[in-house]
C-alpha cells in the first residue's frame, strides 16, 4: 500500500468484492437520515467478508446506503499498529448514481508524537469523493507467498464524514458578541493582522519595486504577507478543537506535504475539503486539532491549519520527529503522478518566504534539525535538511508525492527571491 501524508507531535508550551464501476439499482429499503445541519460523521465497523476469495482475514463492508458524506478514511484502534495490507472503498454519486471504482486510501503517516498524549487511533488519510450517498468497502491484508496473511489492526471502522454547509457568503466579521468563547481565542491570536470575528487576513501591499533593485521590498529577509483565509473563514468548528494552544520555540523549517485526499475537487470546495480533514483529524483519529499549519489549494489560497496564531510558532502535527521548530503545509490532493498546478507552488513559495522569514530563515538555505525520533532518524539525530523541505526529508513516505517533491526547487527558488535572495 502507498504511504500517505497526513498530519505528527511532541509536547511543548501549552498557552474510508470486486464488484465493476458503473450504475447499479439503488434499494428499494428505506432511506437513510438526511445529512445533519452541521455535518456529521457516520462510524461503520468493517467485518468479516463471506465469500471473500481472501478468507476470513479479508474484511470489509458489502454495498449499503448511507447518510450523504463527501469524505471517507479507514481508522483502528491502536496507533502505533500499522495496517499491513490494502484499503479500499468504492461510492455512489448522490446526483447520477454510478458507482466509482475501487480507490486505495493512503496510510496516514502524519500523526501525533508518541507520548504527546495526542495520538489516539491509527488511519488512513481521508479521500474526498462529492458528494455520495453509498459506500461498499474492504481492506484486504498483504498475503506473503512464504507465509500466512499478515493480521490487520484491531477496531477497523470506516469513517464517513459529511464537512456539513459552507460558511454564509460574503465574508464579513462577526460581531464580537457572535462570538464563543473559543472562536474568540482563534481569532484574537491574528488580531495583528485582522479583527475579532474576521474571515481571512488581507495580503500586504507594498509598492512595487524599482527597475534597478526587483528586490528591494524584501531587504529585511521576509517576503510579503501573502492573503491568508483563517479558521472562521472555511467553518472551523472551534468546540473539536482543545482549548489550550500549544507552541515550539522557533519555526526552522518548513515540511510540505500532499493531502492525499485526491484531486476531483473544485477551489470552491476546497474549504469544504478542509472541514472534513478537520473533522476526521479531530473526531475520527482523536487528535487535538488539525495537524496541518497551513493548507493551500490548487488555485493557490492559503488557509489557516492548526489554531494558534498564523505568525506564531505553533506546534502542528504533521511530520513525525520533526514536528518541534517547524511549520506542516499541506498541498490538497494527491501528486504521486499529477503534476502540482503552478498556483498552489507559487501559494506555498509565498507562505513560506514571509513565515520563514519572521524566524530569519533563508527559504533556499539548509537548516539543521534534531529528530524526536522516526522510521528515518533515530531521536536525538542530528539532520542537514533545506528549509524547505518535503515530508520524505523526514520520514520514509512517498508523500509529498513524487511530482510535488520534485518541484520544491521552484517553491525554493521563488520564495528566496520574495525573501530579496
Known amino acids: 500500500m502507498a504511504v500517505a501524508c497526513t498530519a505528527a507531535v511532541a509536547l511543548p508550551l501549552a498557552v474510508p468484492a470486486g464488484a465493476a464501476a458503473g450504475s447499479a439499482p439503488r434499494s428499494t429499503a428505506a432511506a437513510p437520515a438526511a445529512a445533519a445541519p452541521g455535518g456529521s460523521t457516520q462510524s461503520l465497523p468493517l467485518r468479516p467478508l463471506a465469500g471473500s476469495d481472501r478468507g476470513a482475514t479479508t474484511r470489509g463492508l458489502a454495498q449499503r446506503e448511507v447518510r450523504p458524506f463527501s469524505m471517507a478514511g479507514v481508522v483502528w484502534d491502536e496507533a502505533g499498529s500499522e495496517l499491513h495490507g490494502r484499503a479500499q472503498i468504492r461510492t455512489r454519486d448522490a446526483r447520477s448514481g454510478q458507482w466509482s471504482g475501487w480507490r486505495d486510501l493512503e496510510t496516514h503517516n502524519d500523526a501525533p508524537d508518541a507520548g504527546s498524549g495526542e495520538r489516539s487511533r491509527g488511519g488512513t488519510a481521508p479521500v474526498w469523493v462529492g458528494d455520495s450517498d453509498a459506500v461498499q468497502a474492504r481492506v484486504l491484508p498483504e498475503r506473503p507467498a512464504d507465509r500466512a496473511p499478515a493480521a490487520l489492526p484491531e477496531g477497523l471502522r470506516l469513517e464517513l464524514v459529511d464537512p456539513g454547509p459552507a460558511p454564509a457568503a460574503g465574508g464579513h466579521r462577526a460581531a464580537d458578541g457572535d462570538l464563543t468563547a473559543a472562536e474568540a481565542a482563534a481569532s484574537a491570536v491574528n488580531a495583528e493582522f485582522a479583527e475579532i470575528g474576521a474571515t481571512e487576513i488581507k495580503a500586504q501591499q507594498e509598492a512595487p519595486a524599482g527597475p534597478e533593485d526587483e528586490r528591494a521590498g524584501a531587504a529585511d529577509g521576509v517576503g510579503p504577507r501573502p492573503g491568508i483565509m483563517i479558521r472562521r473563514g472555511w467553518g472551523a468548528n472551534e468546540s473539536w478543537r482543545e482549548s489550550q494552544f500549544r507552541y515550539t520555540n522557533t519555526v526552522r523549517a518548513a515540511f510540505v506535504h500532499?493531502?492525499?485526499?485526491?484531486?476531483?475537487?473544485?477551489?470552491?470546495?476546497?474549504?469544504?475539503?478542509?472541514?472534513?480533514?478537520?473533522?476526521?483529524?479531530?473526531?475520527s483519529l482523536k487528535w487535538r486539532d488539525i495537524g496541518y499549519?497551513?493548507?493551500?489549494?490548487?488555485?493557490?489560497?492559503i488557509y489557516e491549519g492548526r489554531a494558534g496564531g498564523v505568525a506564531r510558532a505553533v506546534m502542528g502535527a504533521h511530520t513525525l520527529g520533526f514536528n518541534e521548530n517547524s511549520m506542516g503545509i499541506a498541498v490538497l490532493g494527491t501528486f504521486g503522478s499529477a503534476t502540482p498546478p503552478k498556483d498552489a507552488l507559487d501559494g506555498v513559495a509565498k507562505l513560506t518566504a514571509w513565515k520563514l522569514g519572521l524566524f530569519r530563515v533563508n527559504a533556499k538555505g539548509k537548516v539543521t534539525m534534531v529528530s524526536g525520533g522516526s522510521n528515518k532518524y533515530g531521536k536525538g539525530t542530528r539532520v542537514?535538511?533545506?528549509?524547505?523541505?518535503?515530508?520524505?526529508?523526514?520520514?520514509?513516505?512517498?508523500c509529498p508525492g513524487a511530482k510535488l517533491y520534485g518541484s520544491l526547487w521552484k517553491v525554493r527558488s521563488t520564495a528566496g527571491r520574495l525573501q530579496g535572495r
Open 258 to 283: 500532499h493531502s492525499a485526499t485526491g484531486n476531483n475537487y473544485s477551489c470552491k470546495q476546497a474549504p469544504s475539503v478542509i472541514r472534513g480533514i478537520y473533522r476526521y483529524h479531530t473526531q
Open 293 to 301: 499549519n497551513f493548507l493551500v489549494d490548487k488555485c493557490g489560497q
Open 384 to 398: 542537514t535538511l533545506n528549509a524547505i523541505s518535503g515530508h520524505r526529508d523526514g520520514f520514509a513516505t512517498e
